[in-house]
């Protein structure tokens, strides 16, 4: 794995040996109709939002006083919708897939295309793209083009946000539509809000206060938190160390009833496809639910 994303890094750490199969080796995964279904309330929010259409599919009824909120916010500009960010190593912003990077120095082994035509226009061509357009052999890393060098520079870590509010011009609202249950996955979507702040402070580093809230859709319910700058910095040193180990090439097989239940390579006579050699048996205890709940830092009218 030479780039990570919270989702990406979940599956690692639950299993590194699952991570190498999905991700490296491509290995093939049932379809998921849980997956589909997300896909539907996002874009039906998404679509609402953008006023691309004025009707929500009934698993967005709870949240639309909310998201009718949105609207004109996002009319003047101050909603950011189904955002790509992507980041180097170095955590510096790149886009989605990489960027093209002016450098000075060309290192030993670096593969070097000249782009004679000066018409040419590679910012947005990826190395593979830029192979397959104009025929090369090999994917370059550098890149000479109207007498000026560039390195591709890679996205290391990337992150999609489903929507980003602008509250001021020094705090923000990221907001996460859930379509899964909230009980027994607080620590992830923790988690995963903080990788949304540690993002939103390095691409705006005027942004002094994030708030990231959970709208768990179904069930009607929000999980709100609120981090400062200081806090961000903490969680990127964090995130770094656990990203490079993701990123590292080293892939633990971490077999158990757990992480085995729900993989898609565990064995046939389990409902897998058999891949994994690593596998373990016996199905886990289910827990027990939860019924607390958060109310919303930003009300958007949800008690009226
Ligand atoms: S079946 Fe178990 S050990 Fe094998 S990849 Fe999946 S989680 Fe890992």
Avoid at 33 to 59: C, F, N, W
Wanted: glycine share 8%; net charge neutral.
């Amino acid at each position: 794995m030479k780039s990570w994303s919270f989702s990406r890094l979940e599956v690692f750490e639950k299993c590194g040996w699952r991570a190498k199969l999905q991700f490296d080796d491509r290995a093939p995964i049932p379809p998921n109709p849980k997956g589909d279904r997300g896909t539907a309330i996002h874009d039906s929010a998404q679509d609402y939002v953008r006023g691309m259409r004025d009707d929500l599919i009934p698993e967005c009824a709870h949240f639309k006083n909310e998201l009718d909120a949105l609207r004109p916010l996002f009319s003047k500009g101050d909603v950011l919708i189904e955002d790509e960010w992507g980041f180097d190593r170095e955590w510096k912003h790149v886009g989605w897939h990489g960027e093209w990077r002016t450098t000075s120095t060309l290192p030993t082994g670096a593969i070097l295309y000249t782009a004679n035509d000066t018409e040419s226009d590679f910012r947005d061509v990826s190395p593979r793209e830029l192979a397959q357009r104009d025929g090369l052999q090999r994917w370059p890393t550098h890149l000479l083009f109207m007498g000026i060098l560039y390195e591709w520079v890679p996205a290391w870590c990337r992150m999609k946000l489903d929507f980003m509010v602008w509250l001021s011009p020094t705090k923000v609202l990221v907001i996460d539509l859930k379509s899964g249950k909230k009980d027994g996955n607080e620590i992830k979507h923790t988690e995963q809000g903080q990788l949304y702040a540690v993002g939103v402070m390095l691409k705006y580093p005027e942004v002094e206060e994030v708030v990231v809230e959970f709208w768990y859709v179904d069930q009607n319910d929000t999980k709100p938190n609120k981090y400062s700058a200081t806090q961000a910095a903490r969680f990127l040193q964090n995130f770094t160390a656990r990203g490079q180990k993701a990123t590292s090439g080293v892939y633990q097989p971490r077999p158990s009833i757990f992480s085995c239940k729900w993989c898609p390579y565990r064995p046939e006579h389990q409902g897998g496809n058999g891949i994994c050699e690593h596998a373990t048996g016996a199905a886990p205890r289910r827990a027990a639910p939860s019924t607390s709940s958060n109310p919303l830092f930003f009300d958007f009218g949800k008690s009226k």
